[in-house]
Nanobody
């Protein structure tokens, strides 16, 4: 079955950086979009970034453009989220997700598979 396993979260001071990884397994992901979402306590899960498994198209929430970068390594079946200049408001559980690309990437309903999440905590 499909598995998405995130890693790389942790505690970092404001202004620092973290790189999250998501190893995907269990099927061929050609035609899929891979996304990163986050959920802070008491808030809804929100879109962060996405990219299609094939090709170079990337998508970001406007508020994070320039600080966060999504990338992939097909040989390792891994998606990354590089997060720079972190702020306390970036504190959340970050989730990796996968879904068959259907033209949109911003909604949780666009994704069929989810990882277990990795905690990112940014201290001030």
């Amino acid at each position: 079955q499909v598995q998405l396993v995130e890693s790389g979260g942790g505690l970092v001071q404001a202004g620092g950086s973290l790189r999250l990884s998501c190893v995907a397994s269990g099927r061929t992901f050609s035609g899929y979009v891979m996304g990163w979402f986050r959920q802070a306590p008491g808030k809804e899960r929100e879109f962060v970034a996405a990219m299609r498994w094939s090709g170079s198209s990337t998508y970001y929430v406007d508020s994070l453009k320039g600080r966060f970068t999504i990338s992939r390594d097909n040989a390792k079946n891994t998606i990354y989220l590089q997060m720079n200049s972190l702020k306390p408001e970036d504190t959340a559980v970050y989730y990796c997700a996968a879904g068959r690309y259907s033209g949109t990437v911003y909604l949780t309903s666009n994704y069929n598979y989810w990882g277990q999440g990795t905690q990112v905590t940014v201290s001030s």
